[in-house]
């Protein structure tokens, strides 16, 4: 039975990395055989401009019906004016939350080509592979009451709500503890707990689903100091998990420890392990449309693709062998640049995978 894929390119440079990362998967699709077949759509800004929302109704009726979802980017300055209610982001936010997308999967793993990429030296990052569970579905970015209102004093206040259900904090820990039993079973939970009521509570649910984890090291960590080791020591660390504003923190500075926010990519899976992939970065609105965006992240989000929603993991080790041997040959895009490598554009580092799989 073919099974369906639904490509949301939205906005600023994701329609480029969509571009290489959808000819990867048609080329193995094609070279294994594998039964996929692709449905485009509209999110964010793209869905502004035409339906006059960001995460329109027909969008949603394909995102139920495919069996995983490759999105690029959205957002970008011809929408920052919005309402946040209308943005191109409240689309992205939606499919993630109607979805019910909580657990995200960001792993930050250097390839030891990009060493000297980094902004760290080069024994710092060496080796580096680390796996960020970020809880998607909710906290800050989702708990009401949000807005901003008219104090008596005539004075404005923006406020959000930052909560979390003793639920949502268990189903996205026992994420990060099977995640970490298939790795060096090693978590570390990030949170706040010496200021932050909600996470206080995060802190005592992590030690509770820990104990049907009990060859599991569980660590807790504040995240000012996360952030700090992060730097200093990435390698201390395994797995991390935490609530989703400081996921989406984290997963960006990780992001640079690997080179590029290029290379990052990620999943984010339901209960029943259907998924939406998609690299960690924006729709970086000032390099769009100059060949300049690194479509790795893209790429290495369709081998997410093939190893978590579909099982084909030989495929998805296959595309990830690609990109190393792209990287063997000193082919690098901009951001990725160091001594002696030859420049290419989004185009080019896209072929230049594609020759590697056919
Ligand atoms: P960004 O991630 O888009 O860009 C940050 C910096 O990284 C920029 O200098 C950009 O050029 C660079 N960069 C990002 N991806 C790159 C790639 N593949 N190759 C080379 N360089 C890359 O973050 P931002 O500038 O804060 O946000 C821009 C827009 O993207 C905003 O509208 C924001 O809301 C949106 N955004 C969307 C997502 C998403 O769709 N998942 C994620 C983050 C930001
Ligand atoms: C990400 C992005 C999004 C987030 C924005 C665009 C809503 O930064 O995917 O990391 O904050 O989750
Ligand atoms: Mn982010």
Redesign the pocket.
Known sequence: MSKQILVLP?D??GPE?IKEAVAVLVAVNKKHNLGLELVDGLIGGAAIDQHGVPYPDETHAKAMNADAVLLG????PKW?ALDTAIR??KG?LAIRSKLKLFGNLRPAILYPQLASASSLKADIVSGLDLLIVRELTGGIYFGEPRGIRTLENGEREGYNTYKYSESEIRRIAVVAFEAAMKRNKKLCSVDKANVLEATVLWREIVEEVAKDYPEVELSHMYVDNAAMQLVRAPKQFDVMVTGNMFGDILSDCAAMLTG???MLPSASLDQNGKGMY??????????MNQN????L?TILSVSMMLRYSFGFAEVADEIELAVSKVLDKNIR???IQSEGCTIVGTKEMGAAVLAELV
């Open positions: 939205g600023g440079i990395i980017a959205v957002g970008g920052d191109p982001e992205l590029s926010i290029g998609e690299p960690i970065h924006g729709s970086a609105p000032d390099i300049k965006a690194n479509p992240a895009t901009l951001d």
